[in-house]
């Protein structure tokens, strides 16, 4: 069994900045590909990005060349810095693997992005 555990949300002007941590308990999580996705107020939760074992990794349109996942297999975490952030990427902040697993989502991090 995985569990997953979000931090790093706040609140933060337009164009500004936030790195958000996803620790996972469990020794495989190494071997999955892990992704963030997020949820906007009356939206579907949708894939941001990915992040595969070996490090390789895709993005959504609206968050390509602002966002960057990475992870750190020895210490079992994957991280999504976000940079020049707009209001329209307001939402909660989930980790999961990608594809999800029901069983893995956590209570994700709120990212308020508002002048």
């Known amino acids: 069994q995985v569990q997953l555990v979000e931090s790093g949300g706040g609140l933060v002007q337009p164009g500004g900045s936030l790195r958000l941590s996803c620790a996972a308990s469990?020794?495989?999580?190494?071997?999955?590909?892990m992704g963030w996705y997020r949820q906007a107020p009356g939206k579907q939760r949708a894939l941001v990005a990915t992040?595969?074992?070996?490090?390789?990794?895709n993005y959504q349109d609206s968050v390509k060349g602002r966002f960057t996942i990475s992870r750190d297999n020895a210490k079992n975490t994957v991280f999504l810095q976000m940079n020049s952030l707009k209001p329209e990427d307001t939402a909660v902040y989930y980790c999961?693997?990608?594809?999800?697993?029901?069983?893995?989502w956590g209570q994700g991090t709120q990212v308020t992005v508002s002048s």
């Open positions: 992040i595969t074992s070996g490090g390789s990794t």
């Open positions: 999961n693997t990608a594809p999800s697993r029901s069983a893995y």
């Open positions: 469990g020794s495989i999580f190494s071997i999955y590909t």
